[in-house]
């Protein structure tokens, strides 16, 4: 294969993947039933004049499926952190003990469980999307590589190939998350 194909298909690859680790990273961020200290991956906090993710400046734990607890290293952060999950509008009320934060996850409704699966659906969704623009970009990029009409008709099927293991893949992550969600 032709080394300016095999670039176009490596770096197609590359962006696939991104996709797909981008919406698990998403589906992190989407909270089913049970508390889970990744729910609060995405909150940052203002620490020495930088904001800086929780996990860095606190110990972020689960007392029993529907409790996190956030202990900071420093006291003084206590507020600083109640304030950024507030900010973070993760739907959670953070308490304060003088010790520690303590949120208390509540029990989803049928409803709220509906909305988070069609919230989990969009982003697959944008994945999808990303992963065919990745494939539309490939292909336009082969036509204008210099290389037989079959060199390039193989590497448009590698391309092909990749769409489809990846977009299968992005619509088991969305299955196994949606069944994770609507588990009562």
């Not at 906090?45 to 499926?65: H, K, R």
């Not at 029990?107 to 539309?136: C, G, H, M, W």
């Amino acid at each position: 294969m032709n080394e300016e194909l095999k670039f176009i298909v490596d770096s197609t690859k590359e962006l696939m993947q991104n996709a797909t680790l981008h919406l698990t990273e998403e589906f992190r961020n989407i909270r089913a039933g049970k508390a889970t200290p990744s729910m609060l991956g995405s909150v940052t906090v203002e620490y020495y004049g930088s904001q800086t993710p929780l996990t860095q400046v606190a110990n972020v734990s689960t007392l029993d499926a529907h409790t996190i607890t956030v202990q900071p290293w420093e006291k003084h952060l206590l507020h600083d952190i109640e304030k950024a999950i507030m900010i973070a509008n993760l739907g959670f009320n953070p308490m304060n003990n003088g010790e520690v934060v303590i949120i208390n996850v509540p029990i989803l409704t049928e409803e709220r469980r509906l909305q988070l699966s069609k919230q989990a659906k969009s982003e697959a969704e944008n994945a999808k999307v990303s992963i065919r623009n990745s494939r539309k970009d490939a292909m336009n990029e082969i036509k204008k590589v210099e290389a037989s009409e079959d060199m390039q008709g193989n590497t448009e099927i590698d391309v092909q190939k990749l769409t489809d293991k990846y977009i299968s893949e992005v619509d088991e992550l969305y299955k196994l998350k949606d069944v994770e969600i609507m588990k009562v």
